[in-house]
């Protein structure tokens, strides 16, 4: 399985601000996902990063509040921006290749807490 | 669109067995997957199961599929503390590789 890893693990930050968030995989993965937890809740995707093209976004997500890039097949970025206290969740980057089990492995997660 | 339930909680005594239920509403769902997450962690996959399949056995792990009910199933025997997390069950929809996940049953381990 991938090892992936993601910046920051924890941050708490003011309303109305902006957070990045890194996620870096040590082997090349066709798909890289980005999900949201919030408190005591179950994972909703927010959206799939492609390589080289625009995210593709869940209903309800959107670009301007939840830019991604993904400039390469190992690292991608969320971008969770102009934060709310509706924001505080824990954001988990996931990556899975449909040559296996169409499996995928989850990054350690970031909890981000918006005061 | 696919839609997963679970139940919310689970509480056992250690050394006994743990069924966690799961059930899906795509019958055309390829691979199921239970997934185990720990306070403070990520998700861990702990096992995934075929849908030609009917029963999946990974040491202490059983994954039992009803494919004619849609019903999904995680045995853990001989339950310890260390089980003590969040179980979810996912299925893919949509094109993708994209998961869908289950609210998530809490296993409480009472010694």
């Known amino acids: 399985s991938a090892v992936i890893s993601q910046k920051p693990s924890r941050d708490i930050c003011q309303r109305g601000t902006s957070l990045t968030i890194q996620c870096q995989v040590d082997?090349?993965?066709?798909?890289m996902f980005w999900y949201r937890q919030q408190p005591g809740q179950s994972l909703t995707l927010i959206a799939t990063a492609n390589q080289g093209s625009e995210a593709t976004y869940e209903s309800g997500f959107v670009i301007d509040k939840f830019p991604i890039s993904r400039p390469n097949l190992t690292f991608s970025t969320l971008t969770v921006s102009n934060m709310s206290p509706e924001d505080s969740s824990i954001y988990l980057c996931?990556?899975?290749?449909?040559?296996?089990?169409?499996?995928?492995?989850f990054g350690p997660g970031t909890r981000l807490t918006v005061l | 669109g696919e839609d997963v339930e679970q139940s919310l909680f689970l509480s056992v005594r250690e050394g006994d067995s743990s069924v966690i239920n799961c059930t899906y509403t795509?019958?055309?769902?390829?691979?199921l997957y239970w997934y185990k997450q720990e306070p403070g962690a990520g998700l861990q996959l702990l096992t995934y199961?075929?849908?030609?399949?009917d029963m999946k056995q990974d040491q202490r792990l059983t994954v039992l599929l009803n494919k004619k009910d849609k019903h999904l199933s995680l045995r853990i025997a001989d339950t310890q503390t260390g089980d003590s997390a969040i179980y979810f069950c996912a299925a893919p929809y949509n094109q993708g590789g994209k998961l869908i996940f289950g609210q998530g049953t809490e296993l409480s381990v009472k010694p």
């Open positions: 199961i075929f849908s030609n399949m």
């Open positions: 795509d019958s055309s769902s390829t691979y």
């Open positions: 996931s990556v899975g290749d449909r040559g296996h089990y169409n499996e995928q492995f």
């Open positions: 082997s090349q993965v066709t798909m």
